[in-house]
């Protein structure tokens, strides 16, 4: 049982560490740089291109391991792995974090502004099948960045997906992500993206 728990481990941290590469080398100038086209650059340390909870993932493994045990460290990184593959899979631009100070709105909601994000697959998959929500419902997202929750809300089978975003740079960037998704994962889900102020947002009664 160990030594097949311990090539678990091996297999998974490989697989982290293949995409932590993978995104050092093909990272585009974008990505690393949100108002400014011409920097910062890419990190020159491979580690730096992929992070587990803001740390460097071999450290993180360690200190997760001694707070959770093995079972949890595995569940955790396997979410994370499962998160990393989603833009190259569907070329999409989700997994990039934006720090509020550069997140630029008119809404004097800005003060309660976080740092963007994206929605983490595995978890939005555990609640979906918790919550059963019915297919031919609207899923609207509140606050939804670069829409990665709406396209898992797509995959999900939802009759309408909408998501409400006080940002206009992070609503463009959501509709090139859907357009990106769309052609690689066609869906009967209509998914539209609205700038507003989630204060302002009015549902409708078929709106979950």
Known sequence: MARNAGGIVKGIGLTVLRLARWRAKFARVPQYAWKNPRGPKAPDDPMSAIRILGKNPIQWFYASLRRYGLGQTIAIMWSVVVDARFDPKYGTDTARRIPREEIETRSENIVHC????????????????RLNLPKDGVF??????KGRALMLAAKYGFRKVI??????????????????????????????????????????????
């Open 140 to 145: 609207v997202d509140l606050g939804s960045g």
């Open 114 to 129: 976080v740092n963007y994000g994206a929605s983490k697959e595995l978890p939005f998959r555990k609640l979906m099948s």
């Open 163 to 208: 998501g409400i975003e006080f940002s206009g740079a992070l609503c463009a960037a959501a509709r090139d992500n859907l357009q990106k998704f769309l052609r690689k994962f066609p869906s009967r889900s209509k998914i539209e993206v609205i700038e507003s102020d989630v204060t302002k947002y009015e549902f409708g009664d078929d709106e979950t």
